[in-house]
């Protein structure tokens, strides 16, 4: 009742401003009147009494900005008019404004694009309900593991994964999941799209809702299944499919296999791999029919599958890792691929599982970049400092310009604090400009930096979306930015005397007292920061050079590189070979061919192979 | 439990030349219109003689009070005729100032007596 009186009140302040204004004036007038009444009645003159009566009142101009400073509206007003008078001031001096939002909308606008993309791959959680009650099963320290490894999560072998969902007890449920490359075309020149090997359980752990037909279930995902249903993403159904409906029951092939649509996942869901989308996911029970000779499923020693699982309610991440322990030792017993030598062996029978948090999915390019992007957050800070330390500079130069207009304004009774605020109002609009066009800045900066890491073979995807901590991230550094350049010289600007300033006419005070002491102390921590920056630079880029330059032993010149996929032949062993020869006499036959060789893993592509013959 | 007198807004700062304890300048004012509704030069008047001189209430601190005090919804005020036909900004309680009068008037009661004991205290 009282707090929406006082709301009406102040809305009347406002609206009727003058009507207000008014009324103090007769309301003290009267007060005045009445006091040298009073006076007169003890014996004074009228010019005595009056005289005696406004010394004792003060300024009437002070009393009645106190009684304004008694209501909430007056804030408001003040710091409105004071917007108005730092905009008109901008407006006055364009250079500098220009200059200083520039160098601000730079510096945020950095900041912010970095942040950006490691609040994507860093802070936010997967896009599914309760992501913090995802967990990743793993084997904790598994070293010296043999054997062949694939896709870019190689966990665990199809044989594991059996065992671990018929015997962990910590998940309400769990799933198995792999990435791959699916080649889509039907037949000729390869098409290949992001795919998902996906369990039974992953849709439905996750707890995805299809925005079209229904999601791969555990029916779909059973051994030996024939020709399974595929579900694509979202996002694949609107660039391959225009987003028709009628792609449900159409027909996908996936590496020459015809397999059906049955339905869409929505479009904010992306896997559980931040940094990287799929377009196709596959019931992990197709993989033989698909893979052919080369699949994994039935090999004991083919790592190629990553589980993940939902905890029941009242399970730790500790609590299930602790189950899955205590599993180990049975559960290696049981998937001991029986080609291992006692070496290999006795290692594989040591190893344990464990749970791991995993709410915010799995990447490997949180991993990759994580550290780097967090180096380079820390450059960009250093930028902003710079640009800040600049700015301050500036504005302590029109501080000292505006000496005597801070004095004049004291002199008629405007408070220091008054003059702080009205000097950091106008810090604040500089800063809140450069931030706005900074996150404007910031959005294509990130998507410059996200292209610069992705390539056409190895395609990322991060969702960039500016969230509320992207948000606060560029209000917080608006209003740092605003207190490190604005601060200081409004303390300093208003740290006059009055009388001093205004005497000294023209001359200032600011060389009076500590000569430009705060400003050495600016430019040597620019320049010292500069220096940092610069040598870092350098640094970077001959390293940068260097790497560039090395000699990888072979002439890189005129090279180009193919990928053959002749599995549709459907050619015996023994004739592959003979193909593949004649396929090199044909390729060195082409004029302008120097020479030609088949690899099976091309030098420097960051593929490996790895078995221990002992 | 000086906790109240610390809370009041800075304007207060410019009674201390008048040795008014800070904060206790808005129960003077409700206590003096308990009778009736006065204008501003009358309430300062009247604290002024009651006191016997010893508080005087600036004008710097008077209205911005009365602001105060009106937008919590403890006084009311409209424009009257005074004794000597002049307009003049009449200011009275409100039911909801009485009890807060009430509430102040008992606090610095039991304060005061709670500070005289320390100050009777045999050391």
């Not at chain 1, 869409?264 to 559980?272: A, E, H, I």
């Amino acid at each position: 009742m009282a707090l929406l009186k006082n709301l009406l009140a102040g809305l009347r302040g406002i609206l009727q401003k003058e009507r207000v204004e008014r009324e103090m004036d007769e309301e003290l007038g009267e007060f005045l009147d009445a006091a040298v009444k009073e006076k007169m009645r003890g014996g004074m003159s009228r010019q005595e009494a009056l005289r005696a009566a406004r010394i004792e009142m003060g300024g009437v101009e002070a009393v009645k900005e106190q009684v304004r400073a008694a209501s909430w509206e007056s804030r408001i007003e003040t710091v409105w008019s004071d917007l108005r008078f730092g905009a008109r001031l901008l407006r006055l001096n364009p250079v500098f404004a220009g200059a200083a939002i520039l160098s601000l909308a730079l510096g945020i606008g950095a900041n912010t694009a970095i942040f950006q993309l490691l609040d994507a791959v860093r802070l936010r959680t997967l896009p599914v309900k309760n992501a913090q009650e995802i967990a990743r099963v793993a084997i904790d320290h598994r070293n010296g593991a043999s054997g062949n490894f694939s896709t870019r999560y190689p966990d665990l072998t199809f044989a594991m994964w059996e065992q671990i969902r018929a015997e962990q007890q910590g998940f309400s449920s769990v799933f198995a999941w792999g990435p791959n490359q699916f080649n889509i075309a039907p037949g000729g020149e390869m098409h290949n799209v992001q795919g998902l090997w996906v369990s039974g359980e992953f849709f439905s752990t996750l707890g995805v809702e299809p925005v079209l037909g229904r999601l791969l279930s555990g029916e779909d995902d059973q051994p030996g299944c024939g020709s399974p249903g595929a579900t694509i993403s979202y996002s694949f159904w609107q660039r391959e499919y225009g987003g028709e409906r009628s792609v449900l029951g159409r027909t996908l092939t996936v590496n020459r296999h015809p397999l059906s649509i049955i339905g869409v996942t929505p479009p904010d869901f992306y896997g559980v791999e931040v940094g990287r989308y799929f377009d196709v996911a596959v019931p992990v029970c197709a993989e033989p029919m698909i893979n052919g000779e080369g699949s994994q499923l039935k090999s004991r020693s083919g790592w190629w599958l990553s589980v993940m699982g939902r905890l029941k309610p009242g399970w730790t991440v500790e609590r299930a890792g602790a189950q899955l322990r205590a599993i180990s030792p049975g559960l290696f017993e049981a998937t001991l691929p029986p080609e291992f030598n006692p070496g290999n062996a006795k290692h594989f029978l040591q190893y344990k599982l464990g749970a791991f948090a995993a709410d915010s999915g799995l990447s490997d390019l949180r991993r990759d970049y994580e550290k780097p992007l967090w180096l380079l957050l820390a450059l960009a800070g250093l930028v902003l400092l710079i640009a800040s330390a600049n700015l301050a500079n500036l504005m302590l130069a029109r501080a000292s310009a505006r000496e005597k207009e801070m004095a004049m304004r004291m002199a008629v009774g405007a408070s220091r604090v008054r003059l702080i605020r009205q000097l950091l109002v106008e810090s604040l609009l500089l800063a809140g400009i450069g931030a706005a066009l900074g996150a404007l800045l910031a959005r294509s900066l990130s998507h410059a930096l996200l292209a610069s890491l992705s390539t056409q073979h190895d395609p990322l995807f991060v969702e960039l979306g500016t969230d509320w901590r992207v948000l606060g991230f560029t209000t917080a550094l608006a209003v740092l930015t605003c207190i490190l350049f604005g601060l200081a010289p409004a303390l300093r600007a208003t740290s006059v005397a009055p009388g001093l300033a205004l005497k000294e006419s023209g001359r200032g005070t600011t060389q009076g007292r500590s000569p430009f002491a705060l400003r050495r102390v600016l430019v040597v921590s620019q320049i010292g920061l500069s220096f940092t920056l610069l040598v870092g630079a350098l640094l970077f880029s001959r390293s940068l050079n260097n790497l560039a330059g090395l000699d990888a032993g072979f002439r890189q010149s005129g090279i180009l590189v193919t990928d053959i996929d002749f599995t549709t032949l459907n050619l015996a062993n023994e004739g592959r070979i003979a193909f593949a020869n004649d396929l090199l006499r044909r390729v060195r036959a082409i004029p302008g061919m120097d020479a030609a060789a088949i690899a099976e893993i091309v030098p420097l592509s960051g593929n490996g192979i790895n078995h221990d013959i002992l | 439990m000086f906790l109240w007198i610390v809370e009041g807004s800075s304007d207060f700062m410019a009674d201390k030349a008048s040795g008014l304890v800070q904060g206790t300048l808005d129960m003077l004012i409700l206590k003096t219109l308990e009778l009736q509704p006065m204008h501003g030069y009358g309430i300062a008047m009247r604290i002024e003689q009651i006191s016997k001189g010893v508080f005087q209430v600036n004008p710097g601190s008077l209205f911005p009070a009365f602001r105060r005090l009106e937008r919590a919804g403890w006084l009311a005020s409209e424009w009257r005729e005074t004794e000597n036909n002049r307009r003049a900004k009449y200011y009275a309680l409100t039911g909801l100032g009485r009890k807060q009068l009430k509430g102040e008037t008992r606090e610095w009661a039991r304060q005061a007596a709670a500070i005289a004991r320390i100050l009777e205290a045999e050391s």
